[in-house]
């Protein structure tokens, strides 16, 4: 695609249900992040993808947290029994590879409030 | 763990005023990006610097990478309301790919 497209851009969940949130990179990015960002606050790293290489998955804050990244393409981010302060924006951002050599392109977020 | 802290956390300036936003880390990176983010958007790339010491300005925004490539700087002059929003350095620490953001600068610029 022409941008990062990510989705659902808003969702509202119960307490305890699970959530998945989709992205899809632009076509032929090999690295592919996840971040997380609270109300006024910065971005917070979760996981990035690069190629076949095994995922850095050092900021996933808690194992009700995962995500996968299937065909070096499209990611999905899966929150299991949320809590109140999982809710916030989920940014997912692509580039050519992995690296800050490279420009990162964001998608417009998915918005999570968990009620 | 922050590898990326700026200061200040919060600026709100007058119309016409200069400021300096600081982006300090204790880990080594091979370049920094500074971004802004409007309410509801993704963050945009502003500029990426390389060497250490380089100076870039972007109209009436000048960034600075330190010389021992741990540090940046951002510099308004003669700040506008259209500069209002968070701004953000990002970079991966030299030997990793794990790409960072800053704890944010959030800027308020009133007419």
């Known amino acids: 695609g022409a941008g990062v497209s990510q989705s659902p851009s808003n969702k509202v969940t119960e307490k305890g249900k699970d959530v998945e949130l989709r992205c899809d990179p632009i076509?032929?990015?090999?690295?592919l992040y996840w971040y997380r960002q609270s109300l006024g606050q910065g971005l917070e790293f979760l996981i990035y993808f690069q190629g076949n290489s095994a995922p850095d998955k050092s900021g996933l804050p808690s194992d009700r947290f995962s995500a996968e990244r299937t065909g070096g393409s499209v990611s999905t981010l899966t929150i299991q029994r949320t809590q109140q302060e999982d809710s916030a924006v989920y940014l997912c951002?692509?580039?050519?590879?992995?690296?800050?050599?490279?420009?990162?392109?964001f998608g417009e977020g998915s918005w999570l409030t968990v009620v | 763990t922050q590898l990326l802290e700026q200061s200040p956390q919060f600026l709100s300036i007058q119309e016409g005023e200069n400021l300096t936003v600081y982006c300090n880390s204790s880990s080594v990176f091979s370049s920094l990006q500074w971004y802004r983010q409007e309410p509801g958007e993704g963050p945009v790339l502003l500029v990426t610097v390389v060497t250490g010491g380089e100076v870039k300005k972007l109209k009436r925004l000048t960034f600075q990478f330190g010389d021992a490539r741990k540090d940046s700087s951002l510099h308004i002059t003669a700040a506008q309301p259209g500069d209002t929003g968070l701004y953000l350095c990002?970079?991966?620490?030299?030997?990793?790919?794990?790409?960072?953001f800053g704890t944010g600068t959030r800027l308020k610029v009133l007419a």
């Open positions: 990002a970079g991966a620490p030299s030997g990793t790919y794990k790409y960072i």
């Open positions: 951002a692509s580039s050519r590879a992995a690296g800050s050599g490279n420009t990162i392109y």
């Open positions: 076509s032929g990015h090999t690295a």
